[in-house]
């Protein structure tokens, strides 16, 4: 018997999380975890009372950017995002995010997603076995996204250097080494999309995701900031994207009826979007954020003070059944599904469609070419991550 997670940092790489996740839901659903030295909400109701409360922040208000990033590429880079800001500074950020977004068609998207999987199929030679389908599961985003933005191949080939090394930057418990390089490929992020000529006097018509997102940024009266939300676009989905399409891959293997009604939708045409969205909601890469206390307030009860930390656990509340009945069962065509998964209130990810794109696309294009999920997956592990949970699959795949 597996013994279960020693506290929900732990669960985040943990086998099965989902057991102990759901105790702390019925038992504590806040709590004060002196290891942790924070907060815990894993019930719905706290959950949902953090991620929509104004005195939450997104980071301390000592320190809106990370020390270590001070005086950098990467810090310029933090200080924009949309993510990363809180009250009017935010809500402009997030307006050029989603308004930008808003320029693609969802059918522009799922076809960018399809021709890129089946491009980065065949230059990673997976027809021959799938030793490289790590390096699918990661690169698939970059691809995608490169793509949407209208990147030639020279700033594509300078994305997806970057990218991987700017997003192990600001993971939680990154080295100084990954620091480092995260500030030489935020550096090189910049180079990619601060000139002028790109971003500061976009088209009045945009043609990609760039020239909407530098129009949008014009329009909410932050064209400094659009630099920064078009990198943030690569490393934040990077992690996201590839946690999700690697348990999609497990959810399929779980369940021989969603193999099968699957694999008869690829022959078809696409994943339905139901099912990418039951994976997300019962297994979601992004298991939990932090929201810093900046004011007092109340929260399930409890007194929080300024300076306190919260970890919010979403992988918990999306299965506690007062959010979802049933909440254990896997149901694409749950019509009243909940989920946290890409946040709540104010700070919820407008990425959401994109990701669930990108992930659908890159598994169907795995099953349309005979892909065997039960010998892939069978050799998983999880990622190191304090926060994202990535299966990643056996280098030694050969069939």
Not at 11 to 19: E, K
Not at 24 to 47: C, K, Q
Request: charged content about 20%; proline content about 8%.
């Amino acid at each position: 018997m597996i013994a279960p997670p020693a506290d929900p940092v732990a669960a985040v790489t943990h086998p099965d999380p989902y057991p102990y996740y759901a105790r702390l839901t019925a038992e504590r659903p806040f709590y004060f975890d002196a290891e942790l030295r924070a907060w815990v909400a894993s019930g719905a109701s706290a959950v949902t009372a953090v991620l929509e409360s104004v005195s939450c922040r997104v980071r301390p208000a000592a320190e809106p950017v990370p020390a270590g990033l001070l005086g950098s590429p990467a810090g310029e880079i933090f200080r924009h995002l949309a993510r990363m800001t809180d009250g009017a500074a935010h809500h402009a950020r997030k307006q050029a995010v989603s308004n930008g977004l808003g320029w693609l068609d969802p059918s522009a998207i799922a076809a960018a997603s399809e021709t890129a999987a089946a491009a980065l199929f065949d230059r990673l030679g997976l027809d021959a076995g799938f030793s490289r389908l790590a390096d699918y599961q990661f690169q698939l985003s970059v691809e995608v996204l490169a793509s949407l933005f209208g990147a030639p191949p020279r700033e594509s080939a300078e994305l997806a250097r970057s990218t991987p090394d700017f997003a192990a930057a600001l993971t939680p418990g990154a080295s100084p080494a990954q620091v480092a390089k995260g500030k030489q490929a935020a550096e090189a992020l910049l180079h990619v999309f601060e000139p002028q000529e790109r971003l500061g006097v976009p088209p009045a018509s945009p043609e990609n995701l760039r020239d909407a997102l530098g129009l949008e940024a014009r329009r909410s009266g932050v064209p400094e900031a659009a630099a920064a939300n078009a990198a943030g676009f690569f490393f934040q989905a990077y992690d996201a994207t590839a946690g999700l399409f690697g348990n999609l891959l497990v959810a399929l293997d779980a369940r021989e009826d969603l193999r099968r009604d699957v694999g008869a939708a690829v022959s078809e045409g696409r994943i339905p979007r139901g099912v990418v969205d039951e994976v997300a909601r019962l297994d979601p890469p992004i298991q939990n954020t932090r929201r810093f206390v900046a004011e007092p307030c109340e929260i399930a009860g409890f007194q929080v003070t300024p300076g306190d930390t919260i970890l919010v656990v979403l992988a918990a509340a999306n299965r506690n059944p007062s959010a979802n009945s049933d909440p254990d069962r896997f149901d694409a065509h749950r019509g009243d599904r909940r989920a946290f998964s890409f946040g709540s209130g104010a700070h919820a990810c407008p990425g959401q469609d994109l990701a669930a794109s990108i992930a659908a696309a890159g598994v169907a294009e795995l099953l349309r070419r005979g892909m065997d999920v039960a010998l892939v997956t069978k050799t998983r592990t999880y990622r190191p991550s304090a926060n994202a949970r990535i299966p990643v699959f056996s280098s030694g795949i050969t069939g």
